[in-house]
């Protein structure tokens, strides 16, 4: 499909640059069927059954963002993907000061090697010493918020809090799952005396997913990989909740994308340990979910795409059209939208 389809207009009022709070007292936009209503997150018990199940990434953001220097040229890195114990794919900042085997001093003792640099201009950085990386990252990183977001104002201390979610257990991330950012243990609470359970899996989310789709047609785009994990136990959960008449409910793009690599054409989820790199455009069948908790998410993106196909694309730009009229609050701080087709 043509890219420019999934075009719109977003004044730039309606990005949010800081999260609701207190977190669940953001506003969501409810598709179930026809009908299109204006609720809030804190609503979500009564508009959810007993017996559905919530299913929620449990990655953790790490301060994957670093700012270094190659001699007199200042680099910046973006960290993406783990692919060893020392060696991050990396998107870099004037790449063209880079050649291959190049070192960045990152500052604070941390220095790494930029070496193989692929199709994308990512170079893979390979760190120096013995030190576990993750204590790196502490020392010289910081949190890697959206360029949307970085481009409007720094990063701050607040940002360490409010860019992680609730149920953030397992680093490796370079982005948040957003939509489980609206969640709070009051609302958890509420949830499970309304009978819907909850479940979690990894998919840790790389800096891939900010790129814009540069194709003029959806089958030229490549997606980058992210690793991910559904282990046996919960596979199994989540197949009982629809053998039962429950609803698998994704919540965010990343817990759907990871559920759906993991369903087999016969609709049952099993157990993932991997990489994934599935692109959902409409025309694509979903097997494994019933329904998505989602942010509104930015012009000709993969992720627009992906509603579009869950929805339908000229239901999905009525609804943000709407959503935009109405000032609802977009991207990763910003409000939610709940998708129930």
Known sequence: MNVDLFDFDLPTDNIALRPAA???AARMLVLEGDRTTDAGVSDLPSLLRRGDMLVFNDTRVIPAQLDGRRGDAKIGATLHKREGPRRWRAFIRNARRLRDGDVIDFGNGVSAAAVDREDDG???LVFAGDEPVELLLERAGHMPLPPYIAGKRPT???DADDYQTMFASEP???????AALHFTPKLMAALDAAGIGHATLTLHVGAGTFLPVKATDTTEHKMHAEWGRIDAATADRLNAVRANGGRVIAVGTTSLRLIESATGEDDVIRPFDGD??????????????????TNFHLPRSTLFMLVSALIGRERMQAAYAHAIAQKYRFYSYGDASLLLP
């Not at 994934?276 to 908790?293: E, K, N, Q, S, V």
């Open 172 to 178: 490796g991330a370079v982005a948040a799952p957003t």
């Open 22 to 24: 207190p977190r669940d």
């Open 276 to 293: 994934t790199a599935i692109f959902i455009t409409p025309g694509y069948r979903f097997r494994g979910i019933d329904g998505l908790m």
């Open 156 to 158: 701050d201390e607040r």
């Open 122 to 124: 990512s170079y893979a």
